[in-house]
């Protein structure tokens, strides 16, 4: 399955997930961006109180913890590119582009 493939069937698995709930209420952009936002915020917890060195050094639990929230992070801004069909890795590696005219190598 292509990244392409990957990035259409969590569109569809999100879609469903909130349609069953009845949740397409909740999903404005701004509710979205918000909830995206709380979710990096849980993201950063997990970090805040490590040194540099510790941050490299999660054991299992901590590793667990990282994947839920990259994932909720993936739901939430996945959600958001689909409200203005915006293909996230296109924007990613557009803007990957635009950084490397930004900050040519020395």
């Not at 404005?28 to 941050?55: D, H, R, Y």
């Not at 050094?57 to 992070?73: C, N, Y």
């Not at 801004?77 to 293909?87: E, P």
């Amino acid at each position: 399955m292509t990244k392409t493939d990957r990035l259409k069937k969590l569109q569809g698995a999100i879609a469903d997930f909130a349609e069953q709930r009845n949740w397409h209420q909740f999903h404005a952009p701004k509710n979205l961006a918000m909830a995206l936002s709380v979710e990096c915020s849980e993201l950063v917890e997990i970090f805040q109180w490590l040194t540099g060195e510790q941050s490299y050094e999660a054991d299992a639990p901590t590793l667990s913890q990282i994947r839920e929230e990259i994932g909720d992070i993936m739901i939430y801004l996945t959600l958001i590119a689909s409200k203005f069909d915006i293909d996230p890795l296109d924007a990613a590696l557009d803007k990957m582009e635009i950084n490397r005219r930004r900050y040519p190598c020395s």
